[in-house]
């Protein structure tokens, strides 16, 4: 069964840069999507990024040309740069994996909250 670890979420300045990890246990491959969504305090989980093979990328509205997705696939694991932090950037970041028909797991969550 595939397990997902956040990590490296915290406090940051506005305008300052964090990089999460998410590292994936168990039956994984790089044909599988791993993807990072955020969730705001009274608001939908967001989507944030998304990576398959390491070569299909793509970003939500709110964060294009600010965060950086990239997947190292020896290690199982995504991560998610994040530069030029704003307020509204602050939520619980979460990994997703999926592999359709067989498994659609979320990680725990991070919490990333920006300071002005």
């Known amino acids: 069964q595939v397990q997902l670890v956040e990590s490296g979420g915290g406090l940051a300045q506005v305008g300052g840069s964090l990089r999460l990890s998410c590292v994936a246990s168990?039956?994984?491959?790089?044909?599988?999507?791993m993807s990072w969504y955020r969730q705001a305090p009274g608001k939908q989980r967001e989507f944030v990024a998304y990576?398959?093979?390491?070569?299909?990328?793509s970003y939500g509205d709110s964060v294009e040309g600010r965060f950086t997705a990239s997947r190292d696939n020896s290690k199982n694991t995504i991560y998610l740069s994040m530069n030029d932090l704003k307020p509204e950037d602050t939520a619980v970041y979460y990994c997703r994996a999926r592999r359709p028909g067989e498994f659609d797991i979320w990680g725990q969550g991070t919490q990333v909250t920006v300071s002005s």
């Open positions: 168990g039956n994984i491959f790089s044909g599988d999507s």
């Open positions: 990576t398959r093979a390491g070569r299909d990328i």
